[in-house]
């Protein structure tokens, strides 16, 4: 569990399935990714479970610590096809949204992941259209990397939403 001046970021649990399951139903929220059906939610939810024992670290489940209700997810994931290195990725409710919510976040991932990760460098990735988290990626201090561009493969030809961009930083120096 990592704890922020507002946040928590800790494992998924079984009741996090409807607030999440809500957020794939939020159109603002679900703008620049796919639609999920409920299945496909609850299997997401049960990935990030599956992710955190095998790894000991995943996109956490995120929630306000005054209130302790479900606001999203921020974190960093292992590396997996497409994506062969660690990243670091959120997703908050449309009513969390504008208030740093995802900047604590995920300032208080990268810490956590320099501090446990041997790794050079963390990346991220959104739509291309997707402006408010590529402005986040910079405002974390992170660069894009045009020439690593893609069209995310498990999106048609032609859908919109298939255009990536690539974000990373750099492991602080000391």
Request: glycine share 6%; charged share 25%; with cysteine.
């Amino acid at each position: 569990m990592i704890e922020t001046e507002r946040l928590i970021l800790r494992p998924w649990r079984d009741t996090d399935r409807e607030p999440f399951w809500a957020m794939a139903c939020d159109p603002q929220v679900m703008a620049y990714l796919p639609p999920l059906t409920r299945d496909e939610s609850d299997a997401a939810v049960n990935r990030m479970m599956a992710v955190e024992r095998e790894h000991g670290h995943v996109f956490w489940a995120l929630e306000r610590k005054a209130e302790g209700d479900f606001i999203g997810f921020c974190g960093i994931l292992p590396p997996r096809s497409p994506i062969f290195e660690y990243e670091i990725g959120w997703r908050l409710a449309h009513h969390a949204w504008g208030q740093g919510l995802a900047r604590e976040a995920a300032q208080a991932s990268l810490a956590w992941a320099w501090a446990h990760l041997p790794v050079p460098a963390i990346m991220a990735i959104t739509n291309l259209a997707n402006t408010r988290s590529w402005r986040l990626m910079e405002r974390l201090g992170m660069e894009r990397y045009p020439n690593e561009d893609f069209d995310h493969p498990e999106l048609a030809e032609g859908d919109p939403l298939r255009p990536h961009i690539l974000y990373r930083i750099q492991r602080p120096q000391p």
